[in-house]
């Protein structure tokens, strides 16, 4: 399958993947536990196709682009964490859901912030690109 056809249907290989789970996990109560060892080795090659669409030539020019890479940085490293504090005083002080949240708003993603960052055509490649730095940062 081409990259490009995946990338037109995703939404609905999302919702096909989600019903074949759903039915599975209904069907076959165990199976979760059955496949939880192979977790980390399918994260690894999850990891690994995003890295390895990574481009390299192009490095140089994220990380020359310093207006690109500030704003980069104190969206994710401050602007959103002063935005996630202000909305989690409006949940109860109850730590393990404190923390759940945190989990959930502070460590996005960064395959899914590609993904919109192309579907809503801004430049993929550039934050692509930019990957390293948020790794290393």
Known sequence: MPREW???YQVWAYAVAMVVGAGL???YPTLGENL????SFVLALLLYSMFSQIPFPHLRKAFAN???AAALLTANFIVVPLLVRWLSRLLPEQPPLLLGVYFVLLTPCIDYVIVLTH???GNAGLLLASTPLLLLA
Not at 36 to 39: C, D, F, N, Q
């Open 6 to 8: 995946l990338e037109k």
């Open 66 to 68: 310093r207006r690109f």
């Open 36 to 39: 939880e060892s192979l977790a």
């Open 119 to 121: 579907l809503g055509r």
């Open 25 to 27: 996990g209904l069907y």
